[in-house]
């Protein structure tokens, strides 16, 4: 089984609608869990970190579930520059606390 | 906003020859990090580097590789004979904290050096 694994898509989004999208992760010592953008051929860029509560940061929603090891995005109102690879990104727990798995990323296209 | 920056954007060469791929970390930053991307394929990591030494480092992180902060400013990854199979885009990151802490601290990545191995 993958560390961290992502539905690739894409998922084609009409500008304004909502999309949403999970991640799993299989080791149950992960600590801390994050959505990366990257758009292509570009670096990855912090979205935002995910903790147990579930946060928000304005159109985005991130949600974590320990229980079934998962975590998920959620973008409302999506705008066109929205369009990216969201990756999901799980340390490997307080061990190992620099190496971090990345999933292969779920494509998020907005159309007009 | 501070930035990692990493130089060259590009670089080109040719199989068994030595790379030296530079990085300037953010300024006030404690933990440095080099990770790649093959083409099409998902980010890996690589190594981990605190307090002037390697923290962790992955299976790809063989004798071929080796990293250094020669300054108190520069962090740099040589590989020493560079494969074919090496050919990717390599993220040097830096953080100011671990992830272990509460409000962990993110890392941020540089814009990626483009290394072609023919």
């Known amino acids: 089984r993958k560390e961290v694994e992502q539905d690739p898509g894409p998922f084609n989004v009409p500008e304004g609608a909502t999309v949403a999208f999970n991640c799993t992760y299989s080791n149950s010592a992960s600590q801390s869990f994050f959505w990366y953008r990257q758009d292509c051929r570009k670096e990855p860029k912090l979205l935002m970190s995910?903790?147990?509560s579930g946060n928000e940061d304005g159109r985005f929603t991130a949600q974590l579930n320990r229980a079934s090891q998962y975590i998920s995005l959620l973008i409302r109102d999506s705008k066109l520059s929205d369009s990216a690879t969201y990756l999901c990104v799980v340390n490997r727990g307080a061990d190992s606390w620099g190496k971090l798995q990345f999933g292969a990323g779920t494509q998020v296209v907005v159309t007009p | 906003e501070p930035e990692v920056t990493q130089t060259p954007s590009h670089q080109v060469t040719q199989m068994g020859q030595e790379v030296i791929l530079r990085c300037v970390p953010i300024?006030?930053?404690?933990?440095f990090y080099w990770y790649r991307q093959i083409l099409g394929q998902k980010v890996e990591f690589l190594v981990s580097?605190?307090?002037?030494?390697?923290?962790?480092k992955s299976e790809i992180f063989d004798d071929q590789f080796s990293v250094e902060r020669p300054d108190g400013s520069n962090f740099t990854l040589k590989i020493r004979s560079t494969k074919l199979e090496d050919s990717a885009m390599y993220f040097c990151a830096s953080s100011r904290g671990t992830w272990v802490q509460p409000n962990n601290s993110p890392l941020h990545f540089g814009n990626g050096t483009r290394l072609t191995v023919t």
């Open positions: 580097f605190y307090n002037n030494e390697i923290s962790e």
């Open positions: 995910v903790y147990s």
């Open positions: 300024s006030n930053h404690l933990y």
